[in-house]
């Protein structure tokens, strides 16, 4: 199977200054050596609490921001480094999908407009053909004709998404980024928007990046997980490897937490995060060389950790 | 004796001349030291339930029926000023969002004391000694810095600490608490989890427990009441609901979240959507999605049925 989309090495840090009057910034690292290979019909799911970095990750590979370091390749073209033109050319092989549909949707355009406009824009049908394949679009994300002439206030938010994931296939991507698509919906209307999820990856190669906090949710989803704390990757796997032998502490927290067994552990005083592993204070299997050394992402192909070997991450297979 | 007693609880709002039934015939009682989860999805009513309870009800929302005997005394035949002194004294409230229930422009401590001095009618120095031993209580092992603090410097789970100290400031015997935990990351929320845990089994102190995450209830809580619709669907203790659910919805609700554990293919997923509070189906409000509907649940609605072991349901199979 192709390789849709190739990450490395990304880079992206913010500088933030201290208060209003302050000269002196924080430089806050979103993003520090982060890669990823993804092929043709896989889905990698991305994890991660508040701030982890994940929506950063998405947002750099759709260059809605631009990375400060690594490269990004494409459908075998170096993004970065592309002339403006043929950027535009790709970016309709790649779509996105918000956490909020109601912001994401326009409000004054019917589900019609909405999914027939970048059908036009990109030529991809002429207005007679529009109809007929805006019906079918629908149908494929499980909303009935009754739909097209419905405003966004007047659909619920599970049948709203529905919509925007109907936009988002219509360019035909190669690759979808979903960023916590199923978050602010209620818990009843999750699992069918995470059924249409699997339906389009049974139906079609598009390659996914699911981007959410939820672990039962890319558990459903992905045939790799990769879960990211302070801006790196601690973890990352097949889906099987990761949950059913996870190895980071932070993994097994994650999971432990989702099967409602919570961790006693408090966040210690201050560290400094540039010097040691950033997990140091949360750590419930720290050494005192976890404070002054980084540990590195190793392991196989298919399982590796960032996590010193002595400090209870055992080693993932380590060859 | 029970601690708080919920009958038959009417609460609506009248909107254009219509009436939306946002709270509708709901029971339930807490008993001492107990933490009661009420669990549903968005415009299910918990949140009208608890500001029902607490009197906190705007217009043109307004609680038509029903008693809520508290400590002895039907809190809904109290007079404001009655009703003031048990606010923040006897029930304390925890609100989803930290940042938007702290004021910005007060140090922290001070917010903590302002209740203390308010409800035990202390002066400002005895009310900041309580503050320091509050603070430490909801795990703040540097009171002094903190008390001095504004909201903006805390993070999102310290500033639902402060918010936790404020509820339990004046020594309450319930505390209502409305998400606590959502806007908050995982290990955030555990924490949280923890803290709230240890304050009800170090007290006598009862707590109902607002949430739409059923995972937190596995481990947490002793009773568990299942809204939708505005209605009870289903209630009883945490250990026989997690084995033996027996509300269609109940059964839907964990099914859709037992994925983690699982090892099927596809999510069972209730089809359908919420409905409306204002265009609810006749019947059982919940026979459109349900897999087991019967030609009696599309007329007439079930009311709420004792099964045994304290178990209530809301359901025609039963």
Redesign the interface.
Known sequence: MGQVLAVLDLQRVYEVKRSVFSVKKDIIHALSGVSLDLDQGKTIGIVG??GSGKSTLARCILLLERPDGGTISFMGKDLLGLPKGELKSLRKKMQIIFQDPYSSLNPRKKVFDTIAEPLLFHEIVDRKGVKGKVMEILKNVGLDEGFVNKYPHEM?G??RQRVAIGRSLTTDPALIIADEPVSSL???????I??LF?DIKDRTDIAMLFVS?D???V??VSDEIMVMYKGRVVETGTKDEV?LNPLHPYTK???N????????R??D?AFDESKGCAYYP?CEQRKAHCRDSIPRLTGSKEHKIACFPESGGKSAHSS | MQLLDVTDLNTSFFIDGKVIHAVDRVSFSVSKGEIFGLVGESGCGKTMTALSVMRLVQPPGRIVKGQVVFEGRDLLRLSDREMEGVRGDRIGMIFQEPMSALNPVFRVGEQVSEAIIIHKKVGKKEAKGATMELLRQVGFEDPEKRYAQYPHQLSGGQRQRILIGIAISCGPSLVIADEPTTALDVATESQIINLLQGLVDNSAMSMIFITHNLNIMRKFGQRIGIMYAGRMLEQSSVDVFFKEPLHPYSKGLLSSIYGLMGNQKRLTAIPGFVPRLAELPRGCTFHPRCPYVMPVCREEEPVMKEIGKGQWVRCWLY
């Open positions: 609490e508040s619920s599970g049948q209620d818990v009843s209307i999750q699992s069918q995470v059924n699997l906090h672990l039962n949710v558990r459903f949950f927290m994650l999971i937490a989702a099967k409602g067994e919570f961790s006693r408090e966040e005083a949360r």
